[in-house]
């Protein structure tokens, strides 16, 4: 279902060990869009919390993952701060530059 120019949602139930759970998706065209990573390790804030902080934003979710602290357990850079720490050569991660190029990285292959 398109929600913008550029940009689609589609939601799905699906089985999982806790029951139905419901996934969304969002699919969009990298030149329509201006990616934005927000974290800020003393102000831990739920999707809903960073969705009413953020108005102009057309789509938020939670792309990491977190300690029961709410610490990144890899690496994220927001507005140029790193937090976190790299899981070397196992692990991938979607960067974007300050012009707003978004590029997915295998860590092996082009480190952080």
């Known amino acids: 279902m398109p929600i913008a120019p550029g940009f689609e949602h589609r939601s799905l139930s699906v089985d999982a060990s806790a029951g139905r759970e419901r996934l969304r998706m969002v699919r969009f065209h990298p030149e329509q869009a201006r990616l934005r ?4 390790p003393t102000h831990p804030r739920t999707v809903s919390e960073w969705a009413e902080a953020l108005p102009d934003a057309l789509v938020v979710a939670n792309a990491g993952f977190f300690t029961p ?7 994220i ?3 140029g701060i790193s937090s976190g720490r790299t899981h ?3 692990a991938g991660m979607l960067a974007v530059s300050p012009d707003g190029q978004m590029t997915l990285r295998w860590l092996q ?3 952080f």
Request: proline share 5%.
């Open 109 to 111: 292959t082009w480190p």
């Open 69 to 75: 602290e709410n610490r990144a357990t890899g690496v």
């Open 37 to 40: 990573v927000a974290y800020q």
């Open 77 to 79: 850079v927001s507005d």
């Open 88 to 90: 070397g050569s196992f």
